[in-house]
Nanobody, 117 residues
Framework: VQLQASGGGLVQAGGSLRLSCLAS????????MGWYRQTPGKQRELVAS???????NYADSVKGRFTISRDNAKNSVFLQMNSLKPEDTAVYYCNGASLYPFRDDWWGQGTQVTVSS
């Protein structure tokens, strides 16, 4: 399965962006899908995830501002990012994970999000 991320860009603080992740086949393959982000010199961190049954999880730093969703018919996962802050600037990566019998991850290419102050 290949994951194709898109939707990044340059936005002013307070603005919004919507990231999209398109899978090359059914996303039911994954127990969970998510968005991670990474800045230079730092580890990749989880931003938001959504399970195959729609359960969601968010990093504390984005709660109330970001919303993850999925469209199974379109094999896609989305991240709506509102009230963006300069500290949200990072490369965002789409992830698909199988959790059983052991964790296996699929990654899309990154998409750059830059928030100017």
């Amino acid at each position: 399965v290949q994951l194709q991320a898109s939707g990044g860009g340059l936005v002013q603080a307070g603005g919004s962006l919507r990231l999209s992740c398109l899978a090359s086949s059914s996303i039911f393959k994954f127990d969970a899908m998510g968005w991670y982000r990474q800045t230079p010199g730092k580890q990749r961190e989880l931003v938001a995830s959504i399970t195959s049954v729609g359960g969601t999880n968010y990093a504390d730093s984005v709660k109330g501002r970001f919303t993850i969703s999925r469209d199974n018919a379109k094999n896609s996962v989305f991240l709506q990012m509102n009230s963006l802050k300069p500290e949200d600037t990072a490369v965002y990566y789409c992830n698909g994970a199988s959790l059983y019998p052991f964790r296996d991850d699929w990654w899309g290419q990154g998409t750059q999000v830059t928030v100017s102050s």
